[in-house]
């Protein structure tokens, strides 16, 4: 039911509003100035046409404010297709405060009518306040005229509260201030908002998946600039989920990764390593995933995102990133060799040996230890079947030699797991490529 009320305020049509208002103000005017009504009712004839208009005011009024009921629980409905939690969002102040002026005016007007039944002379009201003398009738249409007339800005919104990006905005919205009043959110919390966007995923709401997406990371964002280091790690959660779920569509699993590569662009920027480390390693399950589904399109982009991350963090002297990256691109190229995937093979190595290239340009020696220990680890998961994949492994091992240094090689070689198809690797290695040099 709480809603904070400069952001509906902000969300509401002002135009609409203003219109409705002046209209009220010279209906008011109107109705209190010109309009006559008799204050002696006992002169009328037995059907009173006073008693008469109350009754349909206090008829109309019930009918409107059932209208009113229902109209709220269908959008209620609605909105519960993307999130149930979302049913709040129809059911605010607002609208109670709407409904409890309908059940007023409709009282007022049944009192009245009351009253005037039982004392029909000098039916006014005199105000102490003001020398205006009021009939109460008049107030009974002033109330009523409101009620309607409120009822026009009232519909207007429901184009607002249907909006699915609306929903979304409006869980942002909410999440976004208790994260700076409590500086926690636990899962619950941005349940609402992952489940929207995983809705418009079904609904194949592409405009919605990607605002509710970009907004959930704008949350993680935020907590991570915070160094709210458990609630940024929960969003990265949904975020890796979401995009999971969607990894069989043509179009979601991109807008995610993309979102996904903003988002590590910017925690490098602001110098966050573990904010960056975490969407490395995020982008990397993701890949795994669609590699072992065979989507490996979708596998060489997050590949080519997570090697420019590395890049970025070497450049930044941010060694434990560019680490992160040639680890995780490391384990995509295992994962690749093991599916005999020689194209993505190649295309990996190239990533890593850029990563290594960069760090090495900076003195990031963590980076390129490590993406010479992740090709010497790929090039033992090869067969020798893959004989071209087999001599890019080396020449890019050979290239990362030449920048960095044979003893940097070596011992990124031994500090590597051993095993006996590592072994014939580097003896592959040794017979042909360093050999000939």
């Not at 809603?3 to 209906?27: E, F, M, P």
């Not at 489940?195 to 907590?223: C, H, N, P, Q, V």
Request: proline letters at 3%; charged letters at 15%; one cysteine or more.
């Amino acid at each position: 039911m709480r809603i904070d009320l400069i952001y509906w305020i902000g969300r509401q049509n002002k135009i609409a509003w203003a219109s409705c208002t002046l209209l009220l103000l010279v209906l008011y005017i109107c109705i209190l100035t010109f309009l006559e009504l008799p204050q002696d009712m006992s002169d009328f004839p037995r059907v009173n046409p006073i008693r008469t208009l109350l009754g349909s005011i206090a008829t109309g009024l019930i009918t409107a404010q059932a209208l009113i009921f229902t109209i709220t629980l269908v959008a209620a409905q609605l909105n519960a297709r993307y999130s149930h939690s979302m049913i709040s969002s129809v059911f605010t102040w607002p609208t109670a405060l709407l409904m409890s002026l309908f059940m007023f005016s409709c009282i007022y007007s049944m009192i009245t009518l009351a009253a005037l039944s039982s004392r029909p002379s000098s039916f006014i009201i005199n105000l102490p306040i003001s020398t205006l003398n009021i009939h109460p009738v008049s107030i009974s249409i002033c109330l009523a005229a409101t009620c309607l007339i409120l009822l026009l800005p009232y519909l207007w919104s429901f184009k607002s509260i249907l909006n699915p990006e609306y929903m979304a905005s409006h869980e942002y919205h909410r999440q976004l201030n208790k994260l700076r009043k409590t500086h926690q959110l636990a899962s619950e919390d941005t349940s609402t908002l992952s489940d929207i966007t995983l809705s418009a995923f079904g609904y194949r709401d592409y405009k919605t998946f990607e605002f509710a997406f970009k907004k959930l990371s704008d949350l993680s964002l935020m907590a991570w600039h915070q160094s709210i280091i458990g609630t940024a790690e929960t969003i990265n959660r949904h975020l890796i989920e979401i995009t999971i779920n969607s990894i069989e569509d043509p179009r979601c699993p991109r807008v995610a990764y993309r979102v996904l590569e903003t988002m590590g662009a910017d925690l490098v920027a602001q110098s966050s390593a573990e904010g960056a480390r975490q969407i490395i390693i995020a982008l990397s399950e993701i890949g795994e995933i669609a590699l072992e589904k065979a989507n490996y399109s979708l596998t060489r982009e997050l590949c080519a995102v997570i090697s420019d991350i590395g890049e970025r963090g070497a450049a930044n002297n941010l060694g434990v990133i560019s680490e992160e990256a040639s680890y995780s691109l490391g384990q995509i190229g295992e994962t690749a060799a093991k599916h005999n995937s020689s194209d993505l093979v190649r295309q990996v190595s190239t990533y890593i040996r850029r990563v290594g290239y960069t760090s090495h340009s900076n003195s990031q020696s963590l980076g390129t230890t490590q993406a010479l220990r992740s090709l010497w680890n790929i090039g033992a998961y090869l067969p020798i079947s893959m004989g071209d994949s087999l001599r890019t492994v080396s020449r890019e091992i050979e290239l990362l030699e030449q920048t960095t240094s044979t003893d940097q090689s070596d011992k990124a070689y031994e500090s590597t797991p051993q095993s006996e198809s590592l072994e014939a690797f580097r003896d592959y290695y040794i017979e042909n490529i360093r050999g000939l040099r």
